[in-house]
T-cell receptor
Framework: DAGVIQSPRHEVTEMGQEVTLRCKPI?????LFWYRQTMMRGLELLIY????????DSGMPEDRFSAKMPNASFSTLKIQPSEPRDSAVYFC???????????FGSGTRLTVV | KQEVTQIPAALSVPEGENLVLNCSFT??????LQWFRQDPGKGLTSLLL?????REQTSGRLNASLDKSSGRSTLYIAASQPGDSATYLC?????????FGEGTQLTVNP
């Protein structure tokens, strides 16, 4: 298995633009997680899905953030409109086990200028 | 709410030394405990997973233990090498969320 695949690896965009981050989880993993990592706040859980259904989105910072999982092999995290404070590394992770055994993607480094 | 703390925040040791990284958590009802490694600018690599019924796991020079009663986990690295230099994060779950510590930045000097 190629692991969790995220794209793009780097994204630089202007404030106010829409940004879409993509994730392909490991086949057979029922859980998918979106995390954000910053120097100030460390790793924060934004949202997670179980069998393509959003279970807990309490970590999504604002209505500007939305996430979807249309099928078991694809998820998106969208920010519209983007702001400079959204600059961070966004990680996707998947697992077959809730609460452990997570495999992380390489992340998307987002810079909003 | 689970809170995870890692001590020390940074550690610098000479090559060959055995070392211990510490992780403490506030909720003793922790279910799983996972240790990760993160290299600069990279993603997280899973090192060891200790599931609820287990007390320790070993992989090569790494050994992780979990003591739920004291709210602690340790990661033991034997015969450290410069290639072990990275940030090590522990993460625990007491429900649906995996909560991360802030990490220990390890530098192994040749």
């Amino acid at each position: 298995d190629a692991g969790v695949i995220q794209s793009p690896r780097h994204e630089v965009t202007e404030m106010g633009q829409e940004v879409t981050l993509r994730c392909k989880p490991i086949s057979g993993h029922d859980y998918l997680f979106w995390y954000r990592q910053t120097m100030m706040r460390g790793l924060e859980l934004l949202i997670y899905f179980n069998n393509n259904v959003p279970i807990d989105d309490s970590g999504m910072p604002e209505d500007r953030f939305s996430a979807k999982m249309p099928n078991a092999s694809f998820s998106t995290l969208k920010i519209q409109p983007s702001e400079p404070r959204d600059s961070a590394v966004y990680f996707c992770a998947s697992s077959s086990l809730l609460g452990g055994g997570y495999t992380f993607g390489s992340g998307t480094r987002l810079t909003v200028v | 709410k689970q809170e995870v703390t890692q001590i020390p925040a940074a550690l610098s040791v000479p090559e060959g030394e055995n070392l211990v990284l510490n992780c403490s958590f506030t909720d003793s009802a922790i279910y799983n405990l996972q240790w990760f490694r993160q290299d600069p600018g990279k993603g997280l690599t899973s090192l060891l997973l200790i599931q609820s019924s287990q007390r320790e796991q070993t992989s090569g020079r790494l050994n992780a233990s979990l003591d739920k009663s004291s709210g602690r986990s340790t990661l033991y690295i034997a015969a450290s090498q410069p290639g072990d230099s990275a940030t090590y994060l522990c993460a625990g779950s007491s429900g649906s969320r995996l909560t991360f510590g802030e990490g220990t930045q390890l530098t192994v000097n040749p």
